[in-house]
């Protein structure tokens, strides 16, 4: 097993350990809660946690592979595999060509109108308040 794919288990791990309080917060104030999805753009990473791959070698790794394996098991998450270029996460840590740039850029900036609400959302509390 790679480094980076250890490196994409162990973070897994952790995203997922924060969203177990989470969920069993929802959980207890009567908010059932469906398995959480977790997104990875490593394929073996995916691979390991749904048992579609077995690696050789997971001693130092065993606990958090284990982990989140049973959690997928018990149906707590969903993990699930997307490609560099279709995850949101991964645009601001890899190069892509300049079509893509323009492609993927209405994904990341707010459209004018949405802005234009939100600024008369504001002004209209203000005035509610200095009225109060």
């Avoid at 924060?18 to 394929?43: C, F, N, W």
């Amino acid at each position: 097993m790679s480094s980076a794919t250890e490196a994409e288990l162990a973070r897994l791990y952790i995203m997922a350990q924060e969203a177990v309080y989470i969920r069993i917060i929802l959980s207890e104030m009567g908010h059932k809660q469906p398995p959480t999805p977790i997104q990875t753009d490593k394929a073996m990473a995916d691979g390991v946690i749904n048992g579609k791959v077995q690696p050789k070698r997971t001693k130092a790794i065993d606990m958090r592979f284990h982990w989140l394996r049973d959690r997928e098991c018990q149906q707590q998450f969903r993990f699930y595999w997307r490609p560099g270029k279709l995850n949101l996460a991964d645009y601001r840590t890899k190069h892509h060509a300049a079509k893509h740039h323009q492609n993927i850029r209405k994904e990341f900036i707010t459209p004018q109108i949405v802005l234009e609400m939100l600024r008369q959302r504001q002004t209209s509390n203000n005035k509610q308040q200095q009225l109060e």
